[in-house]
């Protein structure tokens, strides 16, 4: 398993170990968990669960018909 070291000013180091704490899990393992969910390369279950949500986008032709007609444009 690889270590690395991370440097943090005080304020971020006070809010890693909130979080950790409101988790319930180590400082280490809580970073671990941020980086695998920034560098994940397959979409959150969430999302695909979206897929079928509403239905399709209607048509351009079907969309300017409830628009009305133009105004008349000037000449110049």
């Given at each position: 398993m690889g270590q690395i070291t991370i440097y943090l000013d005080a304020e971020t180091e006070k809010h890693l170990?909130?979080?950790?704490?409101r988790n319930g899990i180590s400082q280490s393992k809580w970073v671990a968990e941020l980086i695998r969910k920034q560098t994940?390369?397959?979409w959150p279950e969430a999302v695909a669960e979206l897929a079928g949500?509403?239905?399709?986008?209607p048509e351009p032709e079907t969309l300017r018909r409830a628009t009305g007609n133009d105004v008349p444009r000037e000449t110049f």
């Open positions: 170990r909130e979080a950790a704490k994940a390369t397959v949500a509403w239905g399709d986008f």
